[in-house]
């Protein structure tokens, strides 16, 4: 019998299938250079292409980035409206690229919070990219992990309703089958950007046994090698097989 040897032991099996990312930092990272913080936004969507590539090379499932959360809309209002804008325009010129590396887009959170347009704009994304069979990339926009709860448990009630169930017969299943990410596996690899060490209301059911990942880098620092020493951290954390970040990127290359 052939030697198991680290190498072999790095398969699809030991790497996370669900990472989520909590991409923190853009408006610092811009003010440190002395620019406006939509300057950070823009760049962040630089860092968001290298790890939704990086985690496609790399076999990963499900792929979650955190975008914009509920508490979000607190912010001033010139920046949430270049948020939008920004949205708007990325989900444009991306979903293309996206379609052709068979990633399936979806949108998740309370998306009648949007304008029609932009409402619009995901419909057709999700419609064009639906049946590829690739990573699946949710962007969470106007979410928030107790809306996900509480919208789980408003369509829970209603099967209640309707089927005459008793308390004793709900299950956490039934609470799970109402989430924004039912049918996907739940997060393995939470990680959060910028130095932040909190989950900020972000995949509150779905990551009640994921391992939790804070680095220093602001999002739009956050590149391949953030990403391939991410997954290296999940692999020792879980495995314990002293694995590296230069390892994970020999696997992107293969």
Same mark, same amino acid.
């Given at each position: 019998?052939?030697?198991?040897?680290?190498?072999?032991?790095?398969?699809?099996?030991?790497?996370?299938?669900?990472?989520?990312?909590?991409?923190?930092?853009?408006?610092?990272?811009?003010?440190?250079?002395?620019?406006?913080?939509?300057?950070?936004?823009?760049?962040?969507?630089?860092?968001?292409?290298?790890? +939704?590539?990086?985690?496609?090379? &790399?076999? +990963?499932?499900?792929?979650?980035?955190?975008?914009?959360?509920?508490?979000?809309?607190?912010?001033?209002?010139?920046?949430?409206?270049?948020?939008?804008?920004?949205?708007?325009?990325?989900?444009?010129?991306?979903?293309?690229?996206?379609?052709?590396?068979?990633?399936?887009?979806?949108?998740?959170?309370?998306?009648?919070?949007?304008?029609?347009?932009?409402?619009?704009?995901?419909?057709?994304?999700?419609?064009?990219?639906?049946?590829?069979?690739?990573?699946?990339?949710?962007?969470?926009?106007?979410?928030?992990?107790?809306?996900?709860?509480?919208?789980?448990?408003?369509?829970?009630?209603?099967?209640?309703?309707?089927?005459? &169930?008793?308390?004793?017969?709900?299950?956490?299943?039934?609470?799970?089958?109402?989430?924004?990410?039912?049918? &996907?596996?739940? +997060?393995?690899?939470?990680?959060?950007?910028?130095?932040?060490?909190?989950?900020?209301?972000?995949?509150?059911?779905?990551?009640?046994?994921?391992?939790?990942?804070?680095?220093?880098?602001?999002?739009?620092?956050?590149?391949?090698?953030?990403?391939?020493? %991410?997954?290296?951290?999940? +692999?020792?954390?879980?495995?314990?097989?002293?694995?590296?970040?230069?390892?994970?990127? %020999?696997?992107?290359?293969?």
């Amino acid at each position: 019998m052939a030697e198991r040897t680290i190498e072999t032991e790095l398969s699809a099996e030991c790497l996370p299938k669900h990472v989520a990312v909590i991409m923190d930092g853009n408006g610092r990272w811009a003010k440190a250079k002395g620019k406006a913080r939509v300057f950070g936004h823009k760049a962040g969507v630089e860092a968001v292409r290298k790890s +939704v590539s990086t985690a496609n090379r &790399l076999g +990963v499932k499900v792929l979650t980035l955190f975008a914009f959360s509920s508490e979000n809309w607190r912010r001033p209002e010139d920046e949430v409206s270049l948020l939008m804008e920004l949205f708007m325009t990325v989900l444009t010129r991306e979903v293309k690229r996206l379609h052709k590396n068979n990633i399936q887009l979806r949108i998740i959170g309370d998306k009648s919070g949007f304008s029609d347009r932009l409402q619009r704009k995901i419909a057709s994304s999700e419609a064009l990219t639906a049946n590829n069979t690739g990573l699946v990339l949710n962007i969470a926009a106007n979410y928030g992990g107790q809306w996900d709860i509480l919208q789980a448990t408003k369509k829970l009630a209603v099967q209640i309703a309707e089927q005459g &169930l008793t308390a004793s017969d709900i299950t956490e299943d039934m609470l799970s089958a109402g989430m924004s990410t039912a049918d &996907l596996p739940d +997060v393995d690899l939470m990680i959060r950007t910028s130095g932040e060490c909190r989950i900020s209301n972000f995949m509150l059911w779905q990551a009640a046994y994921a391992e939790l990942y804070f680095t220093e880098q602001h999002w739009p620092d956050f590149d391949e090698e953030s990403f391939a020493n %991410a997954i290296a951290w999940y +692999v020792n954390r879980e495995r314990r097989f002293g694995c590296t970040g230069e390892q994970i990127k %020999a696997l992107i290359q293969e």
